[in-house]
């Protein structure tokens, strides 16, 4: 079974500067997706950057960008210039490519912005 | 609508009552997700549809849960006998496709 690990429940950044969350997951496909979602307190989860197992270049989004390091299973997220707006739950999520299989998610890290 | 809709918002309820969550997905969106979030935890998967039939259930926790999408669009998440521990935000997610699901605000379902 697919399983994704975050190991930062808590994290902090002061506004204007960068910060990256972590993220490890376990599969044994060669072919998936993997995601960052954003969860602020209205409770919907908000898509913000997305890779393709398949692509060697790392995502970017403006001031997000992604670390995607397929053979150590490590798909870390950087948040440039950071803003107040930012601060929310993130969750690192898995998708096997192909048809509508659903997300496997993390257990999330609580990104607080401090100004 | 634009986004996907969740009704109630919020719902209280008492041990042993049963429970019936809404889901309207984006139109036209064929795959419909349903995930259950506790306190301080991600998303876990429960049931998804492609169209009417539910493609997977293998996360539905127990029989006091069952899930119908009859037309293909509005999705009810129902719970019998309802126990405090099903309390949790039921989250409700479609996808057009191959690609990103699109996620309600979910239902904070409170059992007392």
């Known amino acids: 079974a697919q399983t994704v690990t975050q190991s930062q429940p808590e994290m902090s950044v002061q506004e204007a500067e960068t910060v990256t969350l972590s993220c490890t997951y376990d599969?044994?496909?060669?072919?998936?997706?993997l995601f960052w979602y954003k969860q602020p307190p209205s409770r919907q989860m908000i898509l913000v950057i997305r890779?393709?197992?398949?692509?060697?270049q790392n995502a970017t989004e403006n001031r997000f960008s992604v670390n995607f390091q397929k053979a150590a299973k490590s798909f870390s997220l950087k948040i440039s210039d950071s803003q107040l707006g930012d601060a929310a739950m993130y969750f690192c999520?898995?998708?096997?490519?192909?048809?509508?299989?659903?997300?496997?998610f993390g257990k999330g890290t609580r990104l607080s912005v401090i100004a | 609508g634009a986004g996907v809709s969740q009704t109630p918002s919020n719902k209280v309820t008492e041990k042993g009552k049963y429970v019936e969550l809404r889901c309207d997905p984006i139109?036209?969106?064929?795959?419909l997700y349903w995930y259950r979030q506790s306190l301080g935890q991600g998303p876990e998967f429960l049931i998804y549809?492609?169209?009417?039939?539910?493609?997977?259930d293998s996360g539905l926790p127990n029989d006091r849960f069952f899930a119908v999408r009859p037309e293909g669009s509005v999705s009810t998440l129902k719970i019998q006998r309802t126990e405090r521990g099903d309390s949790a935000v039921y989250l409700c997610?479609?996808?057009?496709?191959?690609?990103?699901?699109?996620f309600g605000s979910g239902t904070q379902l409170s059992v007392l």
């Open positions: 997610a479609s996808s057009p496709g191959i690609g990103k699901l699109f």
């Open positions: 599969t044994s496909e060669s072919d998936y997706y």
């Open positions: 890779q393709e197992a398949y692509k060697q």
């Open positions: 999520a898995y998708r096997i490519y192909g048809g509508n299989t659903p997300l496997v």
């Open positions: 139109s036209g969106h064929t795959a």
């Open positions: 549809f492609q169209g009417t039939g539910a493609a997977d």
